[in-house]
């Protein structure tokens, strides 16, 4: 049986301002109880301009949330207007952050090599990539959904070593699932994120794969989150729309109550 502790993860996107977040951070502490962080590691990742706010009050108050970034900038320093450095992130005190999104991927025009290079930034500076991985709908209907995914693992992970790489959590999202309400049903899910598990073995060791987490993403809710997670191969999920209702985010991270 895993040992693996999952992890839900709430990743707000471009919602909910330093104020909001205040009080949406406060809302989750007061719910959560201990035993709740006993059995499920729980963390947000909020836009960069709320980071501060978060550590502030994580710190105050000792609170057992764990919080990270959205992307970080391959460079330390420098002349890149609009990016976020690892230092700066690893100055906030962020655990994770998150590293080649399907909307980054899309909208920013990231490739494989970018996003291996921003893996690289965030080991450099101690925090735990959380790498998004996943396939376009029309990947999926010619089949090829596997083999895009693991050829987005393997982009990411060139020359990462084996120190590193037993620290990731890798996130499967399937593009077509994301903030559309089409769950990717969890026997599918499972499949690829088992053929994950399998390359990092490949790639590095059973024992290694056997250690790191793989989380599902994609319209994740209270209702179809526990079916997901009785799955062998999904450690966690990476929670978009349903982590900005605090109540349903704690309801998903309680999946054993449903
Ligand atoms: O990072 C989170 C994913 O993009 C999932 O978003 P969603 O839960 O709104 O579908």
Not at 8 to 20: D, I, P, R, T
Not at 65 to 79: P, R, T
Not at 206 to 224: F, H
Not at 251 to 256: Q, T, Y
Request: hydrophobic share 40%.
């Amino acid at each position: 049986m895993s040992t693996r502790t999952p992890l839900m993860a709430g990743n707000w996107k471009m919602n909910l301002n330093h104020l909001e977040a205040i009080a949406h951070v406060q809302k989750l502490a007061f719910a959560l109880a201990d035993k709740d962080y006993d059995a499920v590691e729980v963390a947000v990742l909020p836009p960069f301009t709320d980071l501060r706010s978060v550590q502030t009050l994580v710190d105050g108050d000792k609170l057992k949330i764990k919080y990270g970034a959205q992307d970080i900038s391959a460079h330390d320093s420098g002349a890149y207007t609009g990016e976020i450095s690892g230092p700066m992130l690893a100055k906030l005190k962020c655990t994770f952050v998150a590293i080649g999104h399907s909307e980054r991927r899309q909208y920013h025009h990231e490739t494989d090599e970018i996003v291996n290079a921003k893996i690289k930034a965030a080991y450099k500076h101690g925090l735990t990539p959380i790498l998004c991985v996943g396939e376009e709908e029309s990947v999926r209907e010619e089949g090829g959904h596997v083999a895009h995914t693991l050829a987005q693992v393997d982009g990411a992970l060139k020359d990462i070593p084996a120190e590193q790489a037993e620290t990731i959590v890798i996130a499967y999202e399937p593009v077509w699932a994301i903030g559309t309400g089409k769950v990717c049903g969890a026997d599918d899910a499972q499949e690829v994120c088992g053929a994950i598990r399998g390359r990092l073995a490949e790639l590095y060791s059973q024992e290694l794969a056997d250690a790191v987490r793989i989380q599902y993403g994609g319209s994740v809710k209270s209702g179809n989150v526990a079916e997901i997670m009785a799955k062998p191969d999904i450690d966690g999920a990476l929670i978009g729309g349903a982590a900005l209702d605090a109540d349903e985010f704690v309801k998903i991270v309680r999946f054993r109550d449903q």
